[in-house]
T-cell receptor
Framework: ETGVTQTPRHLVMGMTNKKSLKCEQHLGHNAMYWYKQSAKKPLELMFVYNFKEQTENNSVPSRFSPECPNSSHLFLHLHTLQPEDSALYLC???????????????FGAGSRLTVL | QKEVEQNSGPLSVPEGAIASLNCTYSDRGSQSFFWYRQYSGKSPELIMSIYSNGDKEDGRFTAQLNKASQYVSLLIRDSQPSDSATYLCAVTDSNYQLIWGAGTKLIIKP
């Protein structure tokens, strides 16, 4: 496996379900990110982890719960979601989480989430 | 509110012509500027980065940065149908956080 892998690629869930998105990076990067991408909107940063410590939480509703057990793995736990949460959820990684060229992100293929 | 603005398009360009994509940003303290390409149904991938005023060329791609006017552009020479995609502009703000534009959809017509 190379790069950043995300599973599942597609997920359909009801508003009362609990599910998780998984991301794994094989690049030796130190920072991992969750982004939400909705049609015709800019990418929305949700969470940032540097060396598996959360450094950013952009006012994300508590129905989204991240977990970063180590620098290579990132999860997004989902529960009691709303239909407006339907979107493409992108995981990304970078060498570090702050300065200059360290903002060069490598993205996974994304998880397309549909909430019914 | 720090913003990055892009024309959503679609921008339609004939094959072989030059495609010109523009991006403006609001934070004068921005230091790093990126262009990502996103094919339909795929994830964004980095194609150009630029950090200082002027032009930076990489193959058929040229990024242009003008910090005084707060814009960054991407030129694609000899456009190919495979260049059809959405191009995302991203800028680091004065806190080194990435701010994203909503993207410009580019269509190269054979």
């Amino acid at each position: 496996e190379t790069g950043v892998t995300q599973t599942p690629r597609h997920l359909v869930m009801g508003m009362t379900n609990k599910k998780s998105l998984k991301c794994e990076q094989h690049l030796g990067h130190n920072a991992m990110y969750w982004y939400k991408q909705s049609a015709k909107k800019p990418l929305e940063l949700m969470f940032v982890y540097n060396f598996k410590e959360q450094t950013e939480n952009n006012s994300v509703p508590s129905r989204f719960s991240p977990e970063c057990p180590n620098s290579s793995h990132l999860f997004l736990h989902l529960h009691t979601l709303q239909p407006e949460d339907s979107a493409l959820y992108l995981c990304a990684s970078s060498q570090t989480g702050t300065t200059g060229g360290a903002n060069v992100l490598t993205f996974g293929a994304g998880s397309r989430l549909t909430v019914l | 509110q720090k913003e990055v603005e892009q024309n959503s398009g679609p921008l339609s360009v004939p094959e072989g012509a030059i495609a010109s994509l523009n991006c403006t940003y609001s934070d004068r303290g921005s230091q790093s500027f990126f262009w990502y390409r996103q094919y339909s149904g795929k994830s964004p991938e980095l194609i150009m980065s630029i950090y200082s005023n002027g032009d930076k060329e990489d193959g058929r791609f040229t990024a242009q940065l003008n910090k005084a006017s707060q814009y960054v552009s991407l030129l694609i020479r000899d456009s190919q149908p495979s260049d059809s995609a959405t191009y995302l502009c991203a800028v680091t703000d004065s806190n080194y956080q990435l701010i994203w534009g909503a993207g410009t959809k580019l269509i190269i017509k054979p």
